[in-house]
């Protein structure tokens, strides 16, 4: 097992988070240029996500790019994970970006039609649901947002005063005051002339005549 050295810390009882297998930096650097190319492909828009996705996706473990990935992954994990343990300040900003993104997939799932999971295992068909689905989300939290800033202008308006940091905790994702279908007014006056329909069935339907 390759041991893992922080400057100045003792290592001892973390090195068992690393796992046993040791990273093929060989075999990266083999694939540099192909995992540089595939890196540019998906920034130009030449290549989708979806599309290299399920191009590994098949017998990946003897895709040599998909190993060469694999393996890079892995580096880039152990590099992430060392940052995390010995940076307090990095781990509160990825607890505070966590919640925060938490908290737009629960709003998001609450607005999810349907139920939660997706019906079909198709990868652009689960990609379109994702993305609608997020769009709509934000559009609910923009109008939320509008609202929260016309409340507060108006209380402003007369007189009252609005600390900052009282508006900073109010937050966007507000579900009580979301309708999904839209607001239905009851109106029980009844009408003066009875409506007609196409559902109305003829006397003769109810009741057929019975043989002469």
Request: proline share 4%; aromatic share 8%; hydrophobic share 40%.
């Amino acid at each position: 097992m390759t041991k893992l050295y922080l400057k100045g810390i003792d290592n001892t009882h973390i090195e068992p988070l690393f796992g046993q297998e040791v990273i093929a930096w060989a075999l990266i650097q083999t694939h540099w240029t192909d995992l540089l190319r595939t890196a540019i492909s998906i920034r130009e828009s030449r290549l989708s996500s979806v599309t290299l996705l399920r191009r590994l996706g098949n017998h990946s473990r003897k895709n040599r790019l998909y190993r060469a990935f694999r393996e890079l992954g892995r580096a880039i994990r152990t590099i992430t994970l060392l940052r995390y343990l010995s940076q307090p300040e990095l781990r509160e900003q990825i607890t505070a970006i966590t919640n925060r993104t938490e908290a737009f997939h629960g709003f998001a799932d609450w607005l999810m039609f349907g139920g939660k999971l997706i019906g079909h295992n198709d990868p652009d068909y689960q990609e379109k649901v994702i993305k609608f689905n997020e769009l709509i989300a934000n559009c609910v939290i923009y109008s939320t947002a509008c609202d929260i800033t016309d409340a507060a202008n108006q209380l402003a308006a007369e007189g009252e005063s609005v600390d900052v940091d009282d508006l900073a905790t109010v937050s966007p994702y507000i579900t009580h005051t979301v309708r999904w279908f839209g607001n239905w007014i009851i109106n029980l006056t009844p009408p003066e002339q009875a409506p007609v329909t196409r559902l109305d069935l003829e006397s003769r339907v109810l009741f057929p005549a019975g043989p002469a």
